[in-house]
């Protein structure tokens, strides 16, 4: 169900953000995701969201902040209302984005929603959906979910957990609705 190195795009120069930008714009629907450096002191204030991965069938597009023009297409397309932006827990992704990018995210569907429509009372988040839905486990490593996102250089390991978290969104609501037109 993973998707492997060979399928993410890591949006590196501006280039791959002009690239990046078009490919995901030409999309209808994308799962989507953000990574941000924790913070373990009381009363420190995240500066992230660092990295947003947007997911496609196919590949994964992988957006560091500190990317020229980087912040300006993410922009763009969280604001697009033409491109639907899919993903778990979204909240806290919305109120980060808000406050480091400037921007209003449109379109974004969390699938918590669909599973509550479903009948599900309880929260449904992404490990669990995964199960339901494609009958398959999803793990995901505590150490790198917590590890540094502002690095400029990020490692396999993140770059794989990251990109996993916006492919498996893309996977269970292909799963659940069929595959965007």
Same mark, same amino acid.
């Given at each position: 169900m993973g998707i492997d190195l060979a399928r993410i795009r890591v949006v590196a120069t501006d280039d791959d953000v002009a690239s990046a930008y078009a490919a995901l714009a030409a999309e209808s629907h994308v799962g989507f995701d953000t990574e941000s450096k924790p913070t373990f002191a009381r009363g420190e204030q995240s500066e992230g969201p660092h990295v947003l991965q947007f997911a496609t069938l196919s590949h994964v597009y992988i957006f560091q902040l500190h990317v020229p023009r980087a912040a300006a297409a993410v922009a763009a397309l969280l604001e697009s209302t033409g491109l639907t932006k899919i993903g778990f827990g979204l909240d806290g992704? /919305?109120? @980060? #984005?808000?406050?480091? *990018?400037?921007?209003?995210?449109?379109?974004?569907?969390?699938?918590?929603? #669909?599973?509550?429509?479903? =009948?599900?009372? /309880?929260?449904? =988040?992404?490990?669990? +959906?995964? +199960? *339901?839905?494609? %009958?398959?486990?999803?793990?995901?490593? /505590?150490? #790198? =979910?917590?590890? %540094?996102?502002?690095?400029? @250089?990020?490692?396999?390991?993140?770059?794989?957990?990251? +990109? %996993?978290?916006?492919?498996?969104?893309? @996977?269970?609501?292909?799963? #659940?609705? =069929?595959?965007?037109?």
């Open positions: 992704d /919305k109120t @980060q #984005i808000r406050a480091k *990018l400037q921007v209003e995210p449109r379109a974004l569907l969390d699938l918590d929603t #669909i599973f509550r429509e479903r =009948g599900y009372r /309880k929260s449904v =988040g992404l490990k669990v +959906a995964v +199960a *339901l839905v494609l %009958n398959e486990r999803f793990s995901k490593s /505590k150490r #790198i =979910g917590t590890s %540094n996102w502002s690095h400029r @250089q990020l490692t396999e390991s993140q770059l794989l957990y990251a +990109a %996993n978290d916006a492919y498996a969104a893309m @996977q269970v609501y292909a799963a #659940i609705v =069929g595959p965007a037109p």
